[in-house]
């Protein structure tokens, strides 16, 4: 029921009007915006979606950008790598020709001079840089230099040549997001690639006695080892074998000292991270002393580097051994060539998992947009012509409320 009044049309058209606008000015600010929810009140539901849809979508474009990233330094790694073989592949047949025995010194001493500057271009692409000058095969220490080089003075040669090749970087790995709590490992230590033989490291102290005094961490290849006390040394070893750590330990039958090799070609990495079990064993020097140069006075090492294999085969050219060129340095020189290609192998197959994982999250991110584009995007089609219908709406009252109000004062003055 309404109450009949003089100000009730001009109320009803006020009111009416005021109601064509604000929906005419909606109207408009959504085709400007091309959006169809300006408001939370427009669709609360839509609106709770499109948030959760915007969400998900910059974890995915997070997810592909990590992907892709991976995928360029998976790449110039193996590049990297690669030539590296080659190197490899070229020195492994100087040492053939070598240890034929068909060359008298000098032609041996010739020989060297290529192996030593094979030497240099493997040094140089295990020191190489990528784009942003990050050390490739340092680790995560990306701002040292993966090795450093020794100088000395070697027989058969007037003038000091490289000696010893020392790893700089560490062995600490990135793990790389590359889906929802999925992560890809970017392992680019040095000391593994770059590695010939399984290391050995032969204590040198007597541990048939010895007993952990206290709750002790140690770490073996980067994996965490509990000691408890009152652990002995076949418990230690136990422990290492069960780890995760790509070690095998053992007792020495004879000396009762710890042994331990890697089942890999890798330069085994010790350190005690809380107390000192390793330093006790005569394994490693006080913690002062970083790895993986630290370990102990007396402890024995065997296995070494590709660049211990080409120093090696260089030197016995230069002082004719050819005995020694065609049987240890043959064979490790073969070692390392396999190495390597298990290596490329496993960078080549990171490769292809980061590429798959890019296209996935790509193909994931147009669905994305089209779910957002289903919730949010304006029908621009149908926008304009409510629009304008709304535009006519309003003329029309407009015109109507202007005739209903034609009075005016000189209509009171005839």
């Given amino acids: 029921m309404h109450r009949i009044s003089s100000q009730m049309n001009n109320n009803m058209v006020q009111s009416r009007l005021r109601s064509q606008e604000a929906r005419l000015n909606r109207a408009t600010n959504q085709v ?50 690669t030539d590296s073989l080659d190197i490899m592949q070229r020195v492994r047949e100087i040492a053939v020709t070598g240890a034929n025995g068909t060359f008298n010194k000098d032609d041996m001493k010739n020989m ?26 340092a680790g995560t220490n990306v701002k040292a230099t993966a090795f450093n080089v020794e100088m000395a003075n070697v027989e058969g040669s007037g003038t000091p040549l490289i000696q010893e090749v020392l790893y700089n970087g560490n062995i600490d790995a990135n793990q790389v997001e590359i889906d929802e709590n999925k992560y890809l490992i970017n392992d680019n230590a040095g000391n593994k690639t770059f590695w010939a033989e399984n290391q050995q490291v032969f204590g040198a102290r007597d541990a048939s ?22 652990d002995n040394i076949y418990s230690l070893v136990s422990k290492i074998n069960n780890s995760d750590a790509a070690v095998k330990a ?18 085994i990495w010790l350190q005690d991270v809380e107390g000192n079990a390793l330093n006790e064993l005569g394994m490693v020097k006080d913690a002062s002393q970083k790895p993986p140069y630290n370990l102990g006075d007396g402890v024995k090492v065997s296995g070494g580097s590709m660049f211990d294999a080409v120093i090696s085969l260089r030197n016995a050219l230069l002082t004719g051994d050819q005995e020694a060129i065609g049987g240890r340095i043959l064979g490790t020189i073969d070692q390392g060539v396999n190495s390597l290609v298990t290596r490329i192998a496993k960078s080549g197959a990171e490769f292809e998992r980061a590429q798959i ?47 209903m109000y034609s009075s005016t004062l000189l209509n009171y003055m005839r």
Avoid: C
């Fill in 32 to 81: 400007g915006s091309q959006q169809k929810i300006l408001e939370l009140r427009d669709d609360p539901i839509a609106a709770g979606h499109l948030v959760r849809y915007k969400s998900y979508l910059n974890r995915i474009n997070n997810f592909e950008k990590n992907a892709q990233t991976l995928a360029d330094e998976f790449s110039l790694r193996e590049g990297y790598m």
């Fill in 112 to 137: 060297a001079v290529e192996v030593d500057e094979m030497l240099k271009a493997l040094i140089q692409n295990a020191n190489a840089v990528n784009y942003d000058g990050n050390s490739i095969f």
């Fill in 209 to 230: 006695m010895w007993q952990a005094s206290k709750d002790s961490t140690i770490s073996i290849d980067g994996v965490n080892i509990q000691i408890s006390q009152g």
């Fill in 250 to 267: 053992s007792v020495d039958p004879i000396r009762n000292a710890l042994n331990l090799s890697s089942t890999d070609a890798r330069q």
């Fill in 357 to 403: 994982n890019a296209e996935r999250n790509s193909k994931i991110a147009l669905n994305v947009h089209q779910a957002i584009s289903r919730e949010g995007d304006l029908d621009f089609t149908k926008a304009v012509t409510d629009m304008k219908m709304l535009d006519y709406t309003n003329q029309a009252t407009l015109s109507q409320a202007g005739k």
